[in-house]
């Protein structure tokens, strides 16, 4: 299967059987017309019962004739541009034909859910393809001259038929495209008013597109809803999740960080704002929400661990690393990497998933909201983000008070998720406040970055205590080199809690500075300054007040 795909470029005009071929010559760049080629192309289309692919602009298709026989997955990109990917048709029996591949079934996998995928629509079309060749003989487009009969399958089976253009980019430019629609455009013949091909074969069976979720939600005011601002957050970090779940099930580098955090997001975002919502809906999702970052995170724990080892183990000397080190902790890393992605794959096939977005998707469309999220943004929001803020330093006083160990560690990763909820939650107000909450979340996340450091540290030693201690001594192997790492793992650790304790521990800033100081917190060897005395009387413009970084 071509995983990565090509980008495909093309402008769809509607013609009538008696409307003449234009004079493609006269387009910039072609040097000359390569004599017309004839197709017999079939292609049937495969859809869910609904048609929530074609609801969200993406087709999927069997075709056989021509030089591109095989499956075709279209994924929309921008206005006229699509990402392609091909599988090959393969030595199917009659009824294996209507088998969706699974390495194409997956990457739809988030819209369908557990839906099977049936035919819906088969188009046979009398394709002409007209090749424009520019200098140095390269084909810069092709023109294509197609005279469609369509069958809708189902529900309602309904035949239509019609003739259409396709102007598709090879390798020439962007310009090109334009200067054949304008020059078509010139003689009578307008871009086609239909979505895709399946659009018009599919007729009123296609979806409505209004009120899809795809629309981005209104952009929040201070004197708008506060459930404004919440609708918007949700609706950015579903669609972070709806483009990389095709990513994770790809393996594609940094898609299941990127998919984990945006769970974490939601989760958060939810604990925040959760007087804004029917008080039945928000702890159910937050505790599926919970149990899907705790899959992801398998996965992102064995990249970042195994990172971090080699990094170590680069950097020792060579006469100190006694035994097969190296190879046991690549090896192990290689076997619970495909453990935990086997376990993800499955979680990510689940009715369990599945449902959790269906949940979502509903949420995002038609938010359960209660008299809260009707009341104005600048009056409800900085509430709930002080609110976090009192939480966080109440978790930074208690920390202080704790002994080095286990109960300091298990402190200080409380801290670090209050400071990610902080974040979070300040990174919400950004449409209504930028350069505000822009430093609460900054100071919030430096925050995060330093203690997450040490939380790295006390799981790597873990791992280094159960892999020298347990596997390598039960094989008899020196576990000398193992005792280095987890040696250097304390150091990095107790540079860290230093670090904290120079900006927070030993005086307890954080939780002494209040809310409305002018007051300075020190962040290593920065100072981040509290923003100004919190305001009484909000400006129409601003997001009123909002906690000291």
Do not use: N
């Given at each position: 299967m071509d995983t990565n795909g090509g980008i495909e470029t093309e402008l769809k005009f509607d013609v009538d059987e008696t409307t003449l071929l234009p004079r493609?010559?006269?387009l910039p760049g072609v040097q000359m017309?390569?004599?017309?080629?004839?197709?017999?192309?079939?292609?049937?289309?495969?859809?869910?019962?609904?048609?929530?692919?074609?609801?969200?602009?993406?087709?999927?298709?069997?075709?056989?004739?021509?030089?591109?026989?095989?499956?075709?997955?279209?994924l929309p990109l921008t206005a006229g541009r699509r990402r392609e990917i091909h599988a090959p048709l393969g030595k199917h029996t009659l009824d294996e034909a209507d088998t969706v591949p699974e390495s194409l079934a997956q990457l739809v996998r988030f819209h369908v859910r557990d839906a099977p995928l049936v035919p819906v629509a088969r188009l046979n079309t009398k394709r002409v393809v007209h090749a424009l060749i520019g200098v140095g003989g390269?084909?810069?487009?092709?023109?294509?001259?197609d005279h469609v009969q369509a069958e809708r399958l189902t529900p309602d089976p309904a035949l239509a038929g019609w003739r259409e253009w396709e102007l598709e980019l090879v390798d020439g430019p962007n310009d090109l495209l334009y200067a054949g629609e304008s020059m078509l455009a010139s003689s009578g013949v307008h871009l086609s008013l239909h979505a895709s091909t399946l659009a018009r074969a599919l007729g009123d069976r296609f979806p409505d597109q209004a009120g899809q979720l795809g629309a981005v939600p209104r952009r929040p005011r201070s004197s708008g809803w506060a459930g404004d601002v919440l609708v918007l957050s949700l609706h950015e970090q579903y669609e972070v999740l709806r483009t990389q779940d095709p990513h994770v099930r790809q393996t594609t580098a940094?898609?299941?960080?990127?998919?984990?955090?945006?769970?974490?997001?939601?989760?958060?975002?939810?604990?925040?704002?959760?007087?804004?919502?029917?008080?039945?809906?928000?702890?159910?999702?937050?505790?599926?929400?919970?149990?899907?970052?705790?899959?992801?995170?398998?996965?992102?724990?064995?990249?970042?661990?195994?990172?971090r080892f080699t990094g170590h183990l680069d950097r020792e000397p060579e006469g100190l690393l006694l035994g097969p080190i190296r190879q046991r902790l690549g090896s192990r890393a290689n076997t619970d990497t495909d453990t935990v992605y086997h376990a993800l794959l499955t979680a990510l096939n689940s009715h369990r998933y599945f449902r959790l977005f269906d949940a979502l998707a509903a949420l995002v469309t038609s938010p359960p909201?209660?008299?809260?999220?009707?009341?104005?943004?600048?009056?409800?929001?900085p509430a709930l983000i002080n609110r976090e803020w009192k939480k966080l330093r109440r978790a930074v006083r208690a920390a202080t008070k704790t002994v080095p160990g286990a109960e300091r560690d298990l402190a200080l990763h409380k801290v670090r998720k209050r400071a990610k909820r902080l974040r979070y939650a300040a990174e919400?107000?950004?449409?209504?406040?930028?350069?505000?909450?822009?430093?609460?979340?900054?100071?919030?996340?430096?925050?995060?970055?330093i203690l997450g450091d040490q939380h790295d540290s006390v799981i790597a030693r873990e791992r280094l205590l159960k892999r020298g201690a347990v596997d390598a001594y039960l094989r008899g192997e020196n576990t000398f080199s193992y005792g280095r790492l987890h040696a250097l793992?304390?150091?990095k650790a107790a540079e860290v809690e230093s670090k904290w304790?120079?900006?927070?521990?030993?005086?307890?800033?954080?939780?002494?500075?209040?809310?409305?100081t002018d007051e300075t917190v020190n962040v290593g060897k920065t100072q981040a300054a509290i923003l100004p005395p919190r305001v009484t009387q909000h400006t129409a413009t601003g997001l009123g007040s909002l906690p000291p970084p």
């Open positions: 493609l010559y006269d017309i390569a004599a017309p080629v004839t197709h017999d192309l079939e292609a049937i289309y495969f859809d869910t019962a609904d048609l929530v692919l074609a609801a969200q602009h993406v087709t999927l298709r069997r075709r056989t004739g021509g030089d591109d026989a095989g499956w075709h997955l279209k390269d084909t810069l487009a092709v023109f294509c001259d940094k898609s299941v960080h990127a998919m984990r955090v945006a769970t974490r997001r939601l989760r958060s975002v939810l604990a925040t704002y959760h007087s804004l919502l029917d008080a039945t809906v928000v702890p159910h999702l937050r505790s599926e929400l919970a149990w899907l970052a705790t899959v992801l995170g398998g996965s992102r724990d064995e990249e970042v661990l195994q990172r909201f209660t008299g809260v999220a009707r009341q104005e943004a600048r009056t409800v929001v919400t107000t950004h449409p209504l406040s930028r350069k505000r909450a822009f430093a609460v979340s900054a100071f919030a996340q430096k925050l995060q970055t793992e304390q150091q304790s120079r900006s927070f521990g030993s005086r307890g800033r954080i939780a002494r500075d209040c809310p409305g």
